[in-house]
């Protein structure tokens, strides 16, 4: 007798999913990421009827599957709203091919959209600054640059197209690795604040959400590759040397040892974060006194970098 899906009991699997043990044909598959996504907002309470959603899009397999998903969600729900932006960092060699591949897809579901570069909001490519960087022999890595100017720049972006929620598609995989790199970092702390839906403390803050936060990397990949999504499968020329890297090899060595164990990872920390959160302290945030934006401090990191930046440069 020839194997059927475990869900339809019809057609052939294409897909056998270890840590559930389910065989899943292409359509079953697709529906279940879907349903995974459905379940995970409501789980999380990400989003409200009449939200108005902006998606950060690199061009990358998980944006543009959270963007197809999203888009499909939408249709279900008249009085939501959604649209796009994509940061363009300016990483030559690197960051065109996505703008490219993002821009058709928006064009194909016919998506409000914005691109904002690095250049434009702060005056310096990624590239530049990760050159000033190095001619000075300190300072931040590439990519703590990159995530404290892209976060800024996508909140930015948000509330000048009036989004009440900033979506981003960072998957099961992103949420493991930052657990364990919090913890390697000894930043037990930060695991109370990252969060699959960040809570409402400034009114300049737009509310992130991550749907994609209980779907495996290697399934927004597969869902990418059923649904024949072009995307971006370059890696960024900065990702080499990070600690997240090795962590991340670790995972997948141990995921394909012992299934289900990303999200055993993922769930701990979020039991870790219930007994944090009753210590943490709330702190009000303040508005930043140069730029005027929401901050912890008098002034913020994003004004920081750059005053930094622009004494190196004279
Ligand atoms: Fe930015 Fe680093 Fe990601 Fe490259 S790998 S896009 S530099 S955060
Ligand atoms: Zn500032």
């Given at each position: 007798?020839?194997?059927?899906?475990?869900?339809?009991?019809?057609?052939?699997?294409?897909y056998f999913r270890k840590y559930s043990g389910e065989?899943?044909?292409?359509?079953?598959?697709?529906?279940?990421?879907?349903?995974?996504?459905?379940?995970?907002?409501?789980?999380?309470?990400?989003?409200?009827?009449?939200?108005?959603?902006?998606?950060?899009?690199?061009?990358?397999?998980?944006?543009?599957?959270?963007?197809?998903?999203?888009?499909?969600?939408?249709?279900?729900?008249?009085?939501?709203?959604?649209?796009?932006?994509?940061?363009?960092?300016?990483?030559?060699?690197?960051?065109?091919?996505?703008?490219?591949?993002?821009?058709?897809?928006?064009?194909?579901?016919?998506?409000?959209?914005?691109?904002?570069?690095?250049?434009?909001?702060?005056?310096?490519?990624?590239?530049?600054?990760?050159?000033?960087?190095?001619?000075?022999?300190?300072?931040?890595?590439?990519?703590?640059?990159?995530?404290?100017?892209?976060?800024?720049?996508?909140?930015?972006?948000?509330?000048?197209?009036?989004?009440?929620?900033?979506?981003?598609?960072?998957t099961l995989d992103d949420e493991a690795q930052t657990v364990l790199?919090?913890l390697f970092?000894?930043?037990?702390?930060?695991?109370?604040?990252?969060?699959?839906?960040?809570?409402?403390?400034?009114?300049?803050?737009?509310?992130?959400?991550?749907?994609?936060?209980e779907v495996l990397e290697r399934e927004?990949?597969?869902?990418?590759?059923?649904?024949?999504?072009?995307?971006?499968?370059?890696?960024?020329?900065?990702?080499?040397?990070?600690?997240?890297?090795d962590i991340r090899s670790m995972l997948n060595r141990m995921e394909e040892k012992h299934p289900g164990i990303k999200y055993t990872v993922f769930r701990s920390a979020e039991k870790?974060?219930?007994?944090?959160?009753?210590?943490?302290?709330?702190?009000?945030?303040?508005?930043?006194?140069?730029?005027?934006?929401?901050?912890?401090?008098?002034?913020?990191?994003?004004?920081?970098?750059?005053?930094?930046?622009?004494?190196?440069?004279?």
């Open positions: 007798m020839t194997e059927t899906c475990t869900v339809c009991k019809r057609k052939p699997p294409v065989k899943l044909c292409k359509k079953c598959f697709c529906e279940s990421i879907e349903e995974k996504v459905r379940a995970t907002i409501a789980k999380y309470e990400m989003l409200e009827f009449n939200d108005k959603t902006m998606i950060a899009v690199s061009g990358g397999k998980d944006s543009l599957t959270l963007l197809r998903i999203l888009h499909k969600i939408e249709q279900e729900f008249p009085k939501a709203e959604i649209c796009a932006v994509t940061i363009d960092e300016g990483i030559k060699g690197y960051r065109d091919e996505a703008v490219k591949l993002a821009e058709q897809a928006y064009a194909e579901l016919d998506i409000e959209y914005t691109v904002l570069s690095f250049k434009e909001l702060y005056g310096y490519t990624l590239d530049e600054i990760a050159e000033i960087a190095r001619k000075r022999g300190k300072g931040l890595t590439p990519c703590a640059y990159c995530g404290v100017l892209r976060r800024r720049a996508m909140n930015i972006a948000a509330k000048k197209a009036n989004a009440t929620k900033l979506a981003t598609a960072h790199l919090n970092h000894g930043d037990v702390w930060r695991i109370a604040r990252v969060k699959p839906v960040t809570d409402e403390v400034h009114g300049g803050l737009v509310r992130r959400i991550k749907p994609l936060c927004t990949a597969l869902y990418a590759y059923f649904k024949k999504i072009r995307f971006q499968s370059v890696p960024c020329p900065y990702a080499g040397t990070a600690l997240r890297n870790i974060r219930e007994a944090l959160e009753e210590s943490l302290e709330k702190g009000e945030l303040r508005t930043c006194e140069v730029c005027g934006e929401p901050t912890v401090g008098r002034i913020c990191k994003v004004c920081e970098v750059l005053e930094e930046l622009r004494i190196n440069v004279e």
